[in-house]
């Protein structure tokens, strides 16, 4: 998987009324970077009721971009029960905290 099919994942997750993608499993894709997690994040913003639970990231390094918008999802979408982060940066865990 590439950054680009997050793009195309940003819009279906973005999109109003869409309910389909309950859980996200984005582990093990080593080839994604910090723009999947401002993607995914930037979708799950923007549509805040879209009832996903569960978001995984393990083995991944969204860097420290990719990683705040994911955070900064969680905060705005309150169906999110579960998030697995990947590899994170001293400056990710300042992040964090």
């Known amino acids: 998987m590439s950054d680009l099919s997050a793009l195309y994942l940003k819009d279906a997750l ?3 009324g ?3 993608i309950t859980k996200l499993n984005m582990s093990k894709n080593a080839d994604l970077k910090s723009k999947t997690g401002i993607f995914i994040g930037d979708a799950l913003i923007n549509n805040c009721e879209h009832p996903i639970e569960k978001l995984n990231f ?3 390094y ?3 971009d990719g990683l705040l918008r994911i955070l900064e999802a969680c905060n705005a979408n309150k169906h999110i029960k579960k998030v697995t ?3 994170v940066s001293s ?3 300042k992040i964090m905290g």
């Open 58 to 60: 393990k083995n991944v």
């Open 91 to 93: 400056t990710g865990l």
């Open 14 to 16: 973005g999109r109003p």
């Open 85 to 87: 982060l990947g590899y």
């Open 18 to 20: 869409a309910v389909n």
């Open 62 to 64: 969204l860097e420290d």
